[in-house]
């Protein structure tokens, strides 16, 4: 049987970082993946340029059923560490909206980075390696039984990643070696992830796929984003609507604000006082796509000047626009998922180190774990954060 200091499950953006991290101490590191491709879920990331981090990351970006789990890791490896890491390798990025980081070429590059790191560190990379068993010995050590042969290890970190996007390979082969050890895990869902219609909402707006257009969502729990809110064939999707899938459950409405900058009875009572015989459809037309506005109200009210309509229609057209409620039919799930939701409860883990409180050895690192962040690099900060705060602990 062939041992390490530490093997990390799972090569991906959690698995990497802990690998270099760990053989950068001198410690003698294996990777396993049963993948073709280290970084599959990198590589096709923020439409494969890769969102690697946020200028501002803060925890209350993160959902975790124990909110001061993430501050630790956080504060201890920064996005400024992952950007200066970044910048050494010679990687050119650029800064969108709200803070959000992407490669300017590809994200080629940042797994190209964290293999070099690991090469560097010392740690070894091992892919196409089905693991068939996991097990502790009486002396404390791991040994695994995997496709190539035995292995064993003093730490043994999981880091395997949720079960969104299972055609990168997801599967909840690390939940389970969980649960073997006797930790709780908390129930899964798809998160940041996109809504689709009932079925009479779908003959209503199908049509509108493609529109795109400013808005704030705000879930039943008070949450709110102002961003983009984009029709698909299949429903809702944008960075608004996949932000407030992670505060939504089924059955829910969710609240949109169609003009997130306007009040609408303010905006159609200066409109009647200007032209108080154009339609409602041109009135309308001035602040939201026609298509929009012709499949949310009936045309028979379209066709009205704005003169004919009385104060109780207006202030029902203006709550329409200011606060449409719509109960959506579900989600995506985890096809187009981009995090998972639950996971490995972090109460049976060491906020420090991430250490398994009852399995001493045993780790965990990444997605894998009951945290989740918003859209815009902050999944991606939580797997450096968290597979330093591994690396430094095995």
């Known amino acids: 049987m062939k041992h390490q200091d530490v093997i990390i499950i799972g090569a991906g953006a959690a698995g990497l970082m802990c690998a270099a991290t760990a053989g950068y101490r001198g410690k003698q590191v294996l990777v396993l993946d049963n993948a073709k491709q280290a970084g599959r879920k990198i590589l096709i990331s923020g439409g494969g340029r890769c969102n690697f981090t946020n200028q501002k990351v803060e925890p209350h970006q993160f959902i975790c059923a124990n909110p001061h789990f993430v501050k630790s890791a956080l504060a201890r490896y920064k996005s400024s560490d992952f ?26 590059e940042i797994v190209t980075m964290l293999m070099t790191e690991c090469d560097w560190a010392g740690a070894n990379v091992q892919l196409r390696t089905e693991i068939n068993k996991v097990e502790k010995l009486a002396s404390g050590q791991f040994k695994l039984t995997t496709s190539n042969g035995d292995y064993g290890c003093d730490s043994l ?21 969980a649960e073997q050890f006797g930790l709780k895990v908390l129930p899964t869902t798809a998160g940041l992830v996109p809504f689709t219609w009932h079925a009479e909402q779908k003959a209503q ?3 509108l796929s493609g529109i795109a257009v400013p808005s704030t969502i705000t879930a039943e729990n008070g949450t709110q984003f102002s961003e983009a809110l984009l029709f698909t064939h299949r429903g809702l999707s944008g960075p608004a609507v996949l932000q407030i899938s992670n505060y939504w459950k089924p059955g829910q409405a969710i609240h949109i604000n169609l003009l997130p900058n306007d009040d609408a009875i303010e905006l159609m009572t ?9 339609s409602l459809r041109n009135t309308l037309s001035q602040w939201l796509p026609k298509r929009l506005v012709e499949a949310l109200f009936d045309s028979a009210q379209l066709d009205k000047a704005l003169n004919q309509l009385g104060h109780g229609e207006r202030d029902t057209i203006a709550k329409q626009l200011n606060k449409w409620s719509l109960v959506m039919n579900g989600t995506e799930g985890y096809r187009t998922a981009e995090v998972t939701l639950g996971g490995v409860d ?3 883990l060491s906020s420090k180190t991430m250490e398994a409180k009852q399995v001493p050895g045993l780790f965990f690192a990444g997605e894998v774990m009951d945290v989740s962040g918003w859209l815009g690099g ?17």
């Open 83 to 108: 950007i200066e890491l970044v910048e050494r390798h010679g990687i050119e990025y650029h800064e969108r909206d709200h803070g959000q980081l992407f490669c300017n070429d590809s994200a080629k």
């Open 270 to 278: 200066s409109a009647l006082e200007s032209s108080p015989k154009q």
């Open 205 to 207: 707006f199908e049509g």
């Open 378 to 394: 902050f999944n991606f900060q939580w797997a450096w954060s968290s597979g330093v705060a591994v690396g430094m602990a095995v």
């Open 157 to 177: 970190v999981i880091a395997t990643g949720g079960l969104s996007m299972p055609k990168l390979g997801a599967t909840p082969f690390g939940y389970q070696l």
């Open 346 to 348: 972090t109460n049976e």
